[in-house]
Structure formats: structure tokens, C-alpha cells
């Protein structure tokens, strides 16, 4: 007996046994015990027909629920609950899963435009069609990022309607705009795509173009939205003494004030920045992911080396994003202080404080996993062997680093360590807990990061430039400056009072930005049109390079998941920072283990449907189904039925 | 005999372990409930020995002093001031003004004078979020004049706020 008639069997069995429970269910009901018809009949004639116990009960309890139904109130819901999950764990996971659709399908026209722009202005035609394989994952991606904002959207009017016909009272003049926008996305994303190869590729581009104006418009609304909850006002010398005054967008209950404080509140524009950011690296890590998906299940030499330079180029793209990441969120972690100390203070040395040990377990392995695959990349090259014995001296400041970045102010200590050490924190490793020497270690992880990076670009390749020598010291002179003044302000902090050590994260912070931007800018002529000392060969990466790419986008995604919930959670039991109280009975903030238990069902579905939108992207390049062939010449369709 | 794993099972066992990995240490770090302070009830019978005692719970719930903010008896590298002895040193902080005038400034105005070594940054405590009552200030600063000095605020003491 094949599989199908087995299959086919369970179902008619199902079918039948559904039919059987409804039909002895009705069987029952129908035959419960009766009055004898005739004594009915004879009562009825007489007027005297009276109910049985039972049908007296039923009618008793239906006159009673009307009564009370009549009798009471209509009264606006403040909140609804969802069973067992909960009404916040419901929205929170709506909200991120809507949030890493929609972060995916901002970025990839982002860097597929870019790309494709290249292509032109290079005339190859390999990038216009990397770029096409980019665009492939959008279509399905905006489905799941509309459905999952529908989600949300019923959900928060569902389970907080009273607040969220707060959020609409005060944003509501932006709702009719947001969706106008929304509609010329959809046609611009669907032209773009349908439209490859159709139309003249000055057009093509603009539609990317338009693509990716429309969509960032789009992001920047919604972004006024949710800042506005965190910082609903903005800071301003009103009086001009110097000092920034709180100038609030709403009045004391909560009524709007003005629009414009409403919308470009205080976080907004750093949110913007960030969020920018964070989506072409997260963008680039799930495309990364989608190619090593295909490399993996490649089956010709032509298939894994396309799929291989995707990858490289979604990686790239991820590491290129990744390292101005850290100095975005330092930008808005100030911002944050800057405009309230008292959320600064519980996201970095309050409730929150512990959960960025678990981001710098999350970004240590981000770098390790990026740095993992630029040195097996190098095996793609012929005389690659040179600079490998760089590798373990960039492993050890990264392993450094990490370790220094995930070492806690305060340890997790039992009474007898804590009294061995002399209280909660340790003598010395303590040290390392501190900012100074965090904001080392994630500058010179940067640093090492982007030396990982010109070792595999010069893999293989030999400058010809007349003064080599030259630009090479100037860039080590460049290179090791910076890492030496990280260093010294790292030392120095530990000599001063905060309020100036506090501002040692600016030089640090610039003067590693200032090298990234010098050295590139001495190695694009140092290396253009170098001589190749061998052949890139694409697709002979091994397969653990490609399962480090889905652990970084996995990575990425976690990292999405937690630092979404800190966002969120720093306001505690304000709906809105300030002015509207949560009243509900989730106004309180939840361990960190349980915040991680919702993040990993995030990721997990996230992950489950990536691999729907994976799957049906990969859908394009399979052969068109046809009739099997059978012996007399005919055709069969499938199930044995002849055409 | 070697051991080969499919690949789609491999890609699901990457996703799981990463996941749970990161969700391990999610469980290992300390872990804490934050939940909103409760109300502090003042009534009007309340002594300065009272108020010391509600002021002491708000510095340390409501009013979030002492929520990484300030300390009371640590020395080296701290954020804020630390408090310990500030009821005693309240009086020499700015010339022409009492201990108590000072504590209320401190709370109302906090930009009014920043301790030398510190950054400006402390939000008046009576605005939201924070929002206390004026009794609560009161409270706040009879458990201030409390740290190394002599409580002498009521609910009675005008503040000039």
C-alpha cells in the first residue's frame, strides 16, 4: 500500500469519526427523557403544560443572563486579557515579529539598489543579477511584515484600547499620510521587482530609488510613534540660561499640545539613525543566511559559486553596517540620558543593567562569527597562506575583548565568595566591569574586525602602486594611533571623576572612526587595478563557513529581539514615559530569564517563517512541473490519472 | 561507520542551539521583578520621626535616589554625591542658605548648583516621572536632614516651593 492511500485513509477515517461524535452528540440531546406525548397533549389542552426540572433550570438560567445582560452598563474597556500567554507577551511578539519583517524588507532594496547601481556604472552584468536575487526575498517578506502589522494593529486595539485611542487621538493626523505611503511601497517594491530586466535601467533605478525614499519615510512615522511613548516632548532653552529645558508635547493629563513636539520628539531622530543602521546589518545577515540556505543545497559548481559570492556580499554588507553599529547606539543611549538621567540610569545601571552582558555575549559572537568567515574566505584565494599567520594574533585581541566586554561590574557571587572577595564585586577583574574598559574593548574589537577585513582584501592581490610602501606605513601609523589613544583613554578613565570620564568615549569613538574612514581612503587607490597573485575561486568554501552565516544572522535577530525589549521596557509602568500609567496587571517589568524565553519564541517563529520565505524564494529557480512521460507516449498526471 | 546528519536537520539544530545558548544565559544572570513602587500613605498626625521613615522608603521606591543614583556611605567613583553626612554639610554648601533651604533646592531646581567633580543630570523630582507630593518632598528631605544631621521638617515647614 503506498504512502497516498494510507494518507488518503487516515483522512476519510477523520472525516467519518467527526461525523459519528456530531451525529451520537445529537442522538443523545434528542432522546433525554420526555413527558409521555399523550399526558403533554392532555396538559396543553387544559393550559395547565408544565416544564420538566430540568428545561425549567435551562429556561431559568437564559431569564436570569438576560436579566443581567439588560441591567448592565456599557462601559469602554480599559484592557482585555489573552489567556495564558497574556495580553503584553501577545502584542511584544507581534510587535517584534512585525519589526524584523519590516527591518528586512527596508534594508534589502537599500543594498540591492546600491548594488545594482554598481552593476551600471560598472557595466557588469553579475550585479544586476546578485541584486535581483536580493530583491526575490522581498516580495513574500512584505506580505509576512503586512500581515504581522494587521497583527498588531488589532491586537493593540483589541487588548489596549484604551491607549492605543490615546496614541490615536494624539497621532492621528499622521495615520492617512503613513498609509498613502504604505500604498506607493507596495507599488514601488512590486514594480521594482516585476519590472527587472523590463524596463531601461535609468528607470529600474529610480524605482529602487523611490523604494527606499518611500520606505524610510514610512520608518521615520512609525518611529515618531513608538519614541513618543519614551520621551513624549523635547529639550530646549526655552528660558535661555543655558541649560536645556523639558518643553513637553502634551499637557499634565495627557492632552496633545503640539503635533510637531509630538512627532519630532527628543529620541526620534536617534532612533532613526539606529534603526537605519541596524536594519542594513540585520538585512545583510538574513540575505547572507539565504545564500548559505542555497549554497548548501547547491548542486553545481556554478549554483555554490554564485551562492558563495551572495553570501560574501551579504556578510559584507552586515560587517560594513555592523561596525558604525556600536557608536549609533552610543549616540542614543546619551540621547536617552540626555533626556532623562532616570532612564539612563535603569537601562545601564538599573534594572537593565544585567542584560547587557547577555548583548555583549551576543556581539562578541557577532564578531567572531564575521571575522571566522573572512578568514575562511581567504581560502578562496590563491596565496592565501600569507597572511593567515596574522589570524591568531587578531584572535586573541577579539577573544580579549569579548572577554573584557561580557566581564560583569558585579559578580554572581554566593555569601562565601563575597565574603572571600570583600564584598559583590571582585578586587580586580571588577575593573574590567567598568566603562573605560568596555568602550576599549568594543573600539578595538571595531579595529580588529576591520584589520580581518584588509587582510582578506588583499588576499591574492599585489599593490602596483608607485609609492606602496608609503600608504602601507601610513596606514599601520594610522592604524596603531588609534588603537594606542583607545587604549590611553581607556587607562585614563580610571584616574578621573565620571563627569569626565563619561566624555573619554568621544575621542575613542572618533579617533576609530577617523581611521576606518583614513585607511579606506588610502586603499582604494593603493589596491585599484592590483596585480592577482592567483584566481578567486567562488564556491569552495567549506560548509561550516555557510553555517557561520546563519549563526550571525541568528545572532543578529537575537540581538534585534533583546535590545527591542530594552527599548521598550525602559519606560516600566508607563505607557507613555511620564504621563500615562500602565495600569494593567503586566505594569511591572519581568526578569530578564523570562524576557529571554519571549525573544527565543520570537526568534524561533521568525526563523520558522523565514524558512516559508526562503523556501518559496527558491521556488523561481526550480524547473516548471511537467506530465510524466508514460510508456504508450501519453502523458500522466500525478495520481495516475492519464491527460 | 561515519555519522551523516541532513542538512535541514543540521540547520535546525543550529537555530535550536544558538537559541538556547542565548536563552541560558538569560537564566544564569540575576534575576529581578521591577515592579511600580507602592503608595506611600502620609498622614497629617505624622511626626518628623515618621516623615524620616517615609522618606527613607521613597528614597529607595518612589523618588529613585538611591536606584542607582546616589549612595549613602560609598566612596571612589560614583555617578552622584553620596548622601552619607549631607544633613550635616547642608548648611556650607551655598553661602546664605540653611540646610533645609539648600535640600530643597537640591530636589526642586537640581540644576540650580552642581557639587564640583559631578555632571549635571539629577531631573526635579517633583516633575514626572518621578512626581512627588509636596508631603512627599517633605519626607524626602526630613530622611536627607536625617544622614549625619538633626531632622527638623514637618508637614507644617513651607518649603517656599
Redesign the interface.
Known sequence: MNRNRILFGIGVLAFVSVIVTVRLGGFLVDNEYRQPDRQVAAQEEQGEAELTPRQQGIADEQAADEAEAQARPYEEAEYRTVPFVGSRVTVWVLAQLHLLFAAFVLAVPLFAFIIEFVGYVKKEERYNKLAYEFTKLLSVSFSMTATFGAFLTFGLIILYPKFTNYLMHIFSPTFLPYVLLFFLEALFLYSYYYGWGKFGPKMHLFLGFMLNIVGTAIMFIANAWLTFMMSPGRRDDVDGDGVPDFVSAVSESGALLSLRDAFFNFTWMPINIHRIIANVAFGGSIAAAYAAFRYLQAKTDEEKAHFDWMGYVGNFVAIIAFLPLPFAGYYLAAEIYAFSQTLGIQMMGGTFSWLFVIQAALIGNLFLGANYYLWLGMGRMEGGVHFQKFIKWLLIAIALCFAVWATPRYAISSVSEIAAMGGSSHPQLSYLGQMSAKNTAVNILILSTYMSFLLYRRTGRQSVHPHRDLLTRAQAIVFSSAAALVIFYGVYGYYVDAAIRIRFAIPQVYSVLAALVVITVIDLPLYRNAAQSGETKWGRMPAVSQYALIFIALSFTWLMGLMGYVRSGLRQEWHVYGVILDTSPDAYTPTLGFATQVVSVTVLIFFGLLGVVFWLSSLGGKKDWEPKPVADGRDQLEGGQAA | MKLSVP?PL??VL???G???F??Y????????????PPPVLISAEMTTEDLVAVGAELASGKG?CL???HTVGQSG???YPDLDGIGARAATQIEGLSGLEYLAQSLYEP?AFIVP???????AID?????LSEDEMKAVIAWLQSLGGTPTVTLDTDLGY
Open positions: 542538512m543540521r540547520l543550529l537555530v535550536l544558538t537559541t538556547a542565548y536563552m544565559l538569560g537564566q544564569i544572570v540575576p534575576q529581578k521583578e521591577a515592579h511600580p529613585q536606584v542607582g543614583c567613583p560614583l555617578r540644576a567633580g559631578f555632571a549635571d543630570g539629577m531631573q516633575q514626572p516621572p518621578i512626581s
